[in-house]
């Protein structure tokens, strides 16, 4: 448009009016000069722990994957969330940072910050979403559990190369900043893990939480041993993952197919509620044999997590495939060893691990008898199935943005 008037009317005061509209765009202000000037000083005489959490926390998940590791200060902050537009709430991201500085800081100095907040959301008719976000906040704990969520998938155009995308929870609210993503060939996948392993550490290492690593796969690569790949390659003896973090797998089908979160949210909530091995359903291979047997048998809101009778396939068997009926039918945790295995002691060894109410805690539960699998003390479990379970564990409520 800004070409076609400057052909028409070349040096006119139209062209020169629009040209500035198009390349100088006006922003109203969020502060007022004498509400931006209190803030940069206030910010600029207060500690604030933890500051590049709270920036990503009140930038949500656009936030820029540099304030996972910059050395910035409370202004860097104060000029980098006064750029970002609200979100659909209409909450100023810098509003929510203040807010959760004042949490944070607490005493005199977080009065004060919670107070001009609130003086804010008035002049801005914003009094009640501030309310709404103080009433729903997520508290603060130094032991919050830590999440590396890594996602790997083949590149679409060479088959031989992988695509490892990763994410990383660092305090209690579940927002994860997209980290980046490499192209790697297979036999660097598990260096590659490492290198994100041991960047996260180094993040976390003010931190007391327990963490956890999570593997995004798609079906194909369901199979792949990432509870026994390895870290610490740099020390010269590296040791297997399974050793310091419980592992998980997730679908990442399921993750991209929205159609299936409703019955996986709900299924997820059956867990929660009531993480009884009575919801444990052992598939058999008979089941599959009449197409959608297993699909209706799924449909019983009970079970929660079933054994594969057998590893899943790289492609589903139309019809009748175990792996398929789960996703579909929500069930968000399945456990299978990837090499086939003694069907009755993959059946015994879950039916030790969901006794009780351990089926609420499975993947500790599961870290548990990997460690032992290492120690020479004996256990009553058949150390070749503890090294070759794999856990899909599956939570609806801490969603990846995979595209």
Avoid at 41 to 51: G, V
Avoid at 215 to 220: A, E, G, H, T
Avoid at 230 to 248: A, H
Avoid at 317 to 336: F, K, N, V
Wanted: with cysteine.
């Amino acid at each position: 448009m800004l070409q076609a008037i400057e052909v028409m009317r070349p040096d006119s005061a139209e062209y020169h009016r629009i040209r500035h509209l198009v390349t100088d765009p006006q922003v109203l202000d969020v502060l007022t000069k004498s509400e931006f000037k209190w803030l940069q000083r206030r910010l600029a005489e207060t500690s604030i722990p933890e500051l590049n959490a709270l920036v990503r926390r009140a930038a949500g998940p656009g936030a820029n994957p540099a304030w996972h590791q910059r050395e910035a200060s409370a202004l860097d902050a104060l000029s980098y969330l006064l750029d970002i537009n609200a979100d659909s709430d209409g909450i100023p991201p810098l509003m929510r940072f203040v807010d959760l500085v004042a949490d944070r800081v607490g005493g005199e100095p977080g009065k004060e910050m919670a107070s001009w907040n609130e003086r804010l959301a008035r002049r801005l008719n914003l009094g009640r979403e501030l309310q709404e976000i103080r009433d729903t906040r997520i508290p603060d704990t130094s032991d919050a559990p830590l999440y590396l969520v890594i996602a790997i998938g083949h590149d679409a155009i060479d088959p031989d190369r992988y695509l490892v995308s990763f994410w990383r929870q660092d305090d209690a609210e579940w927002l994860p900043a997209f980290g980046g993503t490499r192209t790697v060939g297979r036999h660097n996948l598990e260096r590659t893990v490492d290198e994100l392993v041991t960047s996260s550490e180094i993040a976390w290492s003010a931190n007391g939480g327990a963490a956890t690593l999570e593997f995004i796969l798609p079906r194909s690569l369901l199979n792949l041993p990432v509870h026994l790949w390895r870290k610490d390659f740099e020390s010269g003896d590296p040791r297997p993952l399974c050793l310091d973090y419980p592992i998980v797998v997730r679908s990442m089908e399921r993750m991209r197919n929205t159609q299936w979160h409703r019955v996986w949210r709900r299924r997820w909530q059956t867990l929660m509620e009531r993480p009884s091995s009575a919801r444990v359903h052992f598939a058999d291979p008979g089941e599959t044999q009449q197409a959608h047997q297993l699909d209706a048998m799924l449909g019983d809101r009970r079970w929660v997590l079933m054994v594969l009778s057998a590893p899943p396939q790289a492609e589903a068997a139309p019809g009748g495939d175990e792996l398929a009926s789960a996703l579909r039918s929500g069930l968000p945790t399945l456990i299978w060893a990837y090499e086939d295995g003694p069907a009755k002691a993959v059946r015994d060894t879950v039916a030790q691990l969901t006794q009780s109410s351990g089926l609420g805690n499975l993947p500790a539960r599961v870290q548990e008898i990997r460690r032992a699998a290492f120690l020479t003390s004996p256990i009553n479990i058949d150390i070749n199935i503890a090294r070759r379970l794999v856990v899909l564990w599956d939570d609806p409520t801490r969603l990846i943005a995979l595209d």
